[in-house]
Structure formats: structure tokens, C-alpha cells
């Protein structure tokens, strides 16, 4: 793995988690606002906005340099619209990339032709 495709899924695993955690605020948000004065919807709004936006981006550009099937980019791409479905992608995300750093350790080794 390149380091500009191991980037691509860092700053994706960096954005997940966050994305998560908006959404799930927005929808105590929006319980709030009907059943109490309590209107901070607008401004997760904003937040989760802008965190499923960089989410977006950055799963668009990991999709097109580690090339995934259809299927593992369908994948990242409904845990964005889960709730709490970043912090599955992160784990994957995470575990996908000590595989790959494996990998590229017994590659130089010259253990495996992986």
C-alpha cells in the first residue's frame, strides 16, 4: 500500500467516528426540540452536515485508490448513513489497515509474495 492510499483510508477513519457521533447528537437534538424548548437542531445540523460531507469526500477518494469491489465500497458507504455506523466502519477501517502494514512488512522481508 502507498502512502497516499494509506492516507486516503486514515482520513477516512479520522472522519468516521466524529460522523457518528453527530448524528446520533442530531437525533437527541431533534427529540429535544418536539418535546422540549430545547432547539439545537440547527446547529448539529450543520456540524453532522459537514462531517457526512467530509465523510463523503474522503470515502469517494480511499474508494478509487485501494480500487474496493462494489461491495466493500457500498459498505462504507451505508455506514455513513447508520447511526452509529462509523464507528463500525472505523473498526474495519482500522483492522484493514494493521493488515496492510503486515503485509508490507513481510513483503520487504521477503516472507510472502503478498
Known sequence: MDIKTATALR????V???EAVSFLLLLV???LKRTTEFNAVP????VHGLLFTLY??????AWNRT???LKTAAYYFVMA???AGGFFADRRLRREAEDAVIASRARKEGVVNA
Do not use: Q
Not at 446547529?43 to 450543520?46: A, E, L, P, S, Y
Not at 463523503?56 to 477518494?61: G, I, K, S
Open 11 to 14: 482520513r477516512l477513519r479520522l
Open 16 to 18: 468516521s467516528a466524529p
Open 29 to 31: 437534538c431533534s427529540v
Open 43 to 46: 446547529v448539529m445540523g450543520t
Open 56 to 61: 463523503v469526500l474522503f470515502w469517494a477518494d
Open 67 to 69: 480500487k474496493w469491489p
Open 81 to 83: 448513513v447508520l447511526p
